[in-house]
């Protein structure tokens, strides 16, 4: 295949979920490196902690100047806090009154410490039935979302691969959009969940470290 471990390795990058953007020092912690580390990279070209880092930020200094005291739309994300009924409530006033709902994705469940617990996609589809809205997803697992994340990479859908532990969002999402996408037993996965999509995942690896050594191996 035509694509380099740097093109894939960026195309891997820019599909982060947000709670890289909404908590950024409990990322950092996650993945081993501090706030206040060099970022710089290899050659001319930025790193990919770079990238990774400067889109963090960048992104949060936007979402953070964003003022909320006359709302008009409504955009859910991963906020736990915050599902409870007088917000969902006003949510719901909002978008009765014309208000755009907009879902940053439509996760069913994610992973914390003490077990898997409501991602922000029954609370957007709650509010969808009631007010007999569509939200509009700009996150997984619309195929717009992975191939944005492509564009400027270098890299076809078809020389890319999702590496993900959610086969509907992750790997189903990417494969829409033409990518190959490996599902990891890791994480949120749970069993027969590579059943749950059709086509089913090009590969299911027991970590993202053997889905990885896959790639090098076999597909370049």
Known sequence: MAFTLYSLLQASLLIVNAVAVLHE???LRHVGWGSDQGIGGFGEEPGIKAQLMNLIRSVRTVMRGIGTDDPNAVVVGLAPEHFHY????RA???ILNGAPLIAIHKARYFKKKDGLSLGPGPFVTGLEYATDTKAMVVGKPEKTFFLEALRGTGCVPEEAVMIGDDCRDDVGGAQEAG???ILVRTGKYRPADEDKINPAPYLTCES?????EHILQRML
């Open 25 to 27: 020092e409990r990322f």
């Open 86 to 89: 007088e917000m969902m409530n």
């Open 92 to 94: 719901f006033r909002l």
């Open 179 to 181: 990518m190959r996408g």
């Open 208 to 212: 993202f470290p053997e889905a990885v």
